[in-house]
């Protein structure tokens, strides 16, 4: 397949196109500054804007699937996810690309009492604001016609971590779990192989 990788340069984005590049797939990793990331190599490398319509379309020309792991601290986090979603969901479809698998935010999944994550006793909140602006923009998901998955880690990375290649679904946010980037990149990757989730957000955690 032809996979394009928005947010390339992060960690998770990162992972995402070693995956789709072990697995054999063609992938073109979208970041902000081409010049800033020479490490990523045996992939085409362009810059793109996940904001902007004109650069998704350009960016997503003649791919089967798209992956955004893009995230721009810089913005006022409500503002980037709603123009992200939107400009993924608009540009994707002009550029005749169906299938987007959007990396999603544990703290917004629902959490064993069936309230969202964040909203459970004892939850911390001091990134609140950016856990709203996640939950904006899988909102903005929500209202497209596009075939998209929201995949969201139960809890939270485990960055040092040594990876199992494996994973499970969860049945709710588990602020305790710790899963790694690779991973986590499996699922991805294999919602875009073989899309088993379609218009719904849902969350993976360790084997």
Not at 58 to 80: K, T, Y
Not at 108 to 115: D, R
Not at 126 to 140: D, Q, S, T
Request: glycine residues 10%; aromatic residues 6%.
């Amino acid at each position: 397949m032809n996979i394009v990788v928005f947010g390339a340069g992060g960690r998770v984005g990162r992972q995402a196109v070693a995956e789709a590049r072990r697995r054999g797939h063609q992938v073109t990793a979208v970041v902000r500054d081409p010049a800033g990331h020479g490490d990523l190599t045996d992939v085409r490398v362009v810059a793109g804007d996940v904001t902007d319509v004109g650069s998704v379309e350009h960016a997503a020309a003649g791919h089967d699937a798209a992956i955004s792991a893009a995230v721009d601290l810089s913005v006022p986090p409500r503002d980037f996810f709603t123009a992200s979603s939107r400009a993924l969901t608009t540009g994707l479809t002009k550029a005749d690309v169906r299938r987007l698998v959007v990396v999603g935010l544990a703290s917004i999944m629902p959490g064993a009492s069936g309230a969202p994550l964040m909203d459970e006793p004892g939850y911390p909140n001091e990134y609140r604001p950016f856990y709203l602006g996640h939950a904006a923009g899988l909102a903005e998901l929500r209202t497209c016609d596009l075939d998209w998955a929201y995949v969201a880690p139960a809890g939270d990375f485990d960055h040092d971590g040594t990876p199992t290649g494996r994973y499970r679904l969860a049945d709710h946010g588990d602020p305790a779990s710790r899963m790694t980037y690779a991973d986590f990149a499996i699922a991805l990757l294999d919602e875009i192989e073989t899309p088993r989730h379609h218009s719904v957000a849902f969350s993976v955690r360790e084997a």
